[in-house]
C-alpha cells in the first residue's frame, strides 16, 4: 500500500476517510530457538477493547498485533507480527501514514531477545549443568515511534509496573512518560494481564495523574480514546 | 477424585467403564518474573487430534494441557496445567488410575525453567548491558512416568529433532526412546510445530522403525491409537 504524503492530509476529505488510531495490542515472541521463545501473557484484550472504543467513536482502526487468541473488531486493520522488531517495523509504516491521528502502545513487545539464537533446538547439557542464556534489549516501539511524531500526532503509552502504587512505580512510569514522549500513560498492575477489571492510573504530559480508574478494560479503553480526541 | 486401586481393575465392567488413554498436550510455560515467560509454539492440535482419534476407537480420554487456542472434543476430560511441574504432578494422578492403559506425551513442554524466578518484573540494566540468565531443566514427564508405569500400561513418547532425517537426530530420538521407557516413539520436525501435514517416523519398542508417515496430524493420531489398542 503505497503512503501517502503529509501534504496529503490537508487534501483529505474527512467526511470520506475518517482518521486512524494505531493500535499495538498483544505480547510479541523472541525466539531463543527454532522451538523456543520468549514471551508474555498479553491478551489482546485491551487492544480489542481500545479498538472497538475508537470505532464506535468514528475513527478508524489499525492494530499490530502479535499471537493473540482474542477477536478484533471486523472493521479494524490488523497487521500480524511475532518479534518486538516486526512490530516496530509494522507501526513505523503506519504510524508514517497522514491519516494516523495517533498511537496507542496497548502491547506487551518483550523487551528482551537472546543475543544469538540458535539454529538448532538447544540440548540439555548432558550433566545437567545450567544453561546460561544472553539477553539484550529489542528496540523500544514507542520511544521509536517518537522520534518520527508529527505535531498533530500523539501518543498513548501503558507502563506495567509490578508495585505501582509505591513511589518507584510511580517514578519509574514518569521515567518512561518522558522517554516515550507520551500525552497520556496508562500505569497499570501485572494482575492486569488477561483479567477484565483492573485499576490504573491516567498520567498526562505534564506528569500529572489525572484519574484513577478502578473498571472493565472496555471503560478504561472509551475513557482512553475519549481523552485523545477532544 | 478417589484413586483407584490395581486390583480394581479387573473388577470393572468394560462395558460400563472405557478404558483411559492420557494424552499431555500442548506448550508449557516457565515464569521469568510475573510477566514474562519461557515457552514454544505447540498448537496442541496433535493433542487434540489424539484425543478424537482415541474417542473414536472407544476410549474415555484425560487431556492434560497447557495453553492452547485448539479445541479439545467434548468428550474429554480436560485438565489445565501452566508449568512443567503442574503437568507432571497432574499426569501422575491420572496415569496411575487403575482404568489408565497408557499415556501419550503430545505435549511439549518446556525442558529449562529460570533458576530463579524474580518476584518483581525484571527491569532493563540502566547501562543497556546484556542480562544474564541461568536456566535449569524441568522434570522429565514421561521418563517420570516411565518409573510408576504398570505391566499393562503402554507409554507413547514424541521426539522433536532440528535434523531427524540425520545419524544425530536419530540417534537422539533412540536416547529418548530408551529414557522414557516408550514402547512407540513418534519421531518429528520442527516444522511439526502450528502446522497441519507432517511427516513423522514411528520407532517401536525395540528401535525399529516400523513406519514413516507424511500425513495430516488427524490420520497421524489415528494410526497411533491404532497401534496401541491392538
Known sequence: MAKRLLSDHFLEDTEKMPYTILITSGPTREPLDPVRFLSNGSSGRMGAALSEAAISQGFAVTIVSGPVRVAYPPAAKVIEVETTQEMLDAARGEFVRADCVGVIGAAAPCDFRAASVS???????????????????????????????????????????????????LENAQMKRQKKRCDLLVLNHPNAIGVDVTTVSLINACGEIIQELTSTKRTIAERIVQLMSR
Not at 516501539?141 to 518507584?168: C, N, Y
Open 119 to 169: 539454529k538448532q533446538k538447544i540440548k540439555k547439557n548432558a550433566d545437567g549443568r545450567p544453561l546460561i542464556l544472553e539477553l539484550v534489549e529489542t528496540p523500544d516501539i514507542l520511544a521509536s515511534l517518537a522520534t518520527m511524531k508529527r505535531p498533530d500526532q500523539w501518543i498513548v503509552g501503558f507502563a506495567l509496573e509490578s508495585e505501582p502504587h509505591t513511589g518507584v512505580g
